[in-house]
């Protein structure tokens, strides 16, 4: 069974740092998209950073360049999101997701965590 499972949100202050984890089951790396998104209240559901396991590539939209970075960790099957310099735009909810086929620089919308809710505020 496919699974992915999102951990590591929280409260925390303007500034401060959080790592989001997501554990994905039933999947290998082998060609394969992941990424995070996020969806805000009222909002529509934005790509943040992605990785193609096929060619390499990744993305970070403008908003999250410099602060996040996105990495893998093959062994432990699990994806992570390091976020600093935290801002009150960045609250949301966070999903990661994985699929064997792309839009753009993302996975497609197949396969999806829970989600972790990230709120920065003093």
């Known amino acids: 069974q496919l699974q992915l499972v999102e951990s590591g949100g929280g409260l925390v202050q303007p500034g401060g740092s959080l790592r989001l984890s997501c554990v994905l089951s039933g999947f290998t790396f082998d060609n394969l998209a992941v990424g995070w998104f996020r969806q805000a209240p009222g909002k529509e559901r934005e790509e943040v950073s992605c990785f193609n396991n096929f060619d390499g590539s990744l993305y970070y939209t403008d908003s999250v360049k410099g602060r996040f970075t996105i990495s893998v960790d093959i062994a432990k099957n699990t994806i992570y999101l390091q976020m600093n310099s935290l801002k009150s735009a960045d609250t949301a909810v966070y999903f990661c997701?994985?699929?064997?086929?792309?839009?753009?620089?993302?996975?497609?919308?197949?396969?999806w965590g829970q989600g972790t809710q990230v709120t920065v505020s003093s």
């Open positions: 997701a994985a699929d064997w086929t792309v839009q753009g620089s993302c996975p497609s919308p197949g396969y």
